[in-house]
T-cell receptor, first 113, second 111 residues
Framework: NAGVTQTPKFQVLKTGQSMTLQCAQDMNHNSMYWYRQDPGMGLRLIYYSASEGTTDKGEVPNGYNVSRLNKREFSLRLESAAPSQTSVYFC????????????FGEGSWLTVV | SQQGEEDPQALSIQEGENATMNCSYKTSINNLQWYRQNSGRGLVHLILIRSNEREKHSGRLRVTLDTSKKSSSLLITASRAADTASYFCATDASGTYKYIFGTGTRLKVLA
């Protein structure tokens, strides 16, 4: 029962470098999400994908791009990392359009120096 | 700004006491969910309440929803040390597929 799997779990980047966070779910969910959580804070929505082939901006999309590669996979890309993007990133998925539980991955700790 | 805001930001109680935390939101919703996060881990779903429901129970959890005030409360009865965690509410604004989380309440239950 893998659920939502994120990789990598830990990453250190230099300012200006790029990287992609990978996320896959094996629950046949339509909706997928990327959130960031700063220390002592709540989660802020970066991007979401209501269904395969669609993506939409969340609360804090600047500096990020996403790709819904197929129904299982939703990746988050930082094109030119900045120290302000140091955070814990969570991928999540949900079954239907409304009313179902959101399942979270275990998080990816990203530090930009 | 965020859809949901919890209060208090932090709460410290003795084991066996009840813990109450509140969530306020800004727009019409389809449902409201509460999640728990242990330190350094992902979030785990606790309970969902739909916009046409006023109260819901699950074990030691009781959730209320007042759509006229755009607020919800989570009550944990007979708390245990293992309930120590951060608790977040999440809402989906009507007509969207976005789930927005609040700022969270950090609960510490002292043994």
């Amino acid at each position: 029962n893998a659920g939502v799997t994120q990789t990598p779990k830990f990453q250190v980047l230099k300012t200006g470098q790029s990287m992609t966070l990978q996320c896959a779910q094996d629950m046949n969910h339509n909706s997928m999400y990327w959130y960031r959580q700063d220390p002592g804070m709540g989660l802020r929505l970066i991007y979401y994908s209501a269904s395969e082939g669609t993506t939409d901006k969340g609360e804090v999309p600047n500096g990020y791009n996403v790709s819904r590669l197929n129904k299982r996979e939703f990746s988050l890309r930082l094109e030119s990392a900045a120290p302000s993007q140091t955070s814990v990133y969570f991928c999540a998925s949900k079954a239907t359009l409304s009313g179902n539980t959101i399942y979270f991955g275990e998080g990816s700790w990203l530090t930009v120096v | 700004s965020q859809q949901g805001e919890e209060d208090p930001q932090a709460l410290s109680i003795q084991e066996g006491e009840n813990a109450t935390m509140n969530c306020s939101y800004k727009t019409s919703i389809n449902n409201l969910q509460w999640y728990r996060q242990n330190s350094g881990r992902g979030l785990v779903h606790l309970i969902l309440i739909r916009s046409n429901e006023r109260e819901k129970h699950s074990g030691r959890l009781r959730v209320t929803l007042d759509t006229s005030k755009k607020s919800s409360s989570l009550l944990i009865t007979a708390s245990r040390a293992a309930d120590t965690a951060s608790y977040f509410c999440a809402t989906d604004a009507s007509g969207t597929y976005k789930y927005i989380f609040g700022t969270g309440t950090r609960l510490k239950v002292l043994a």
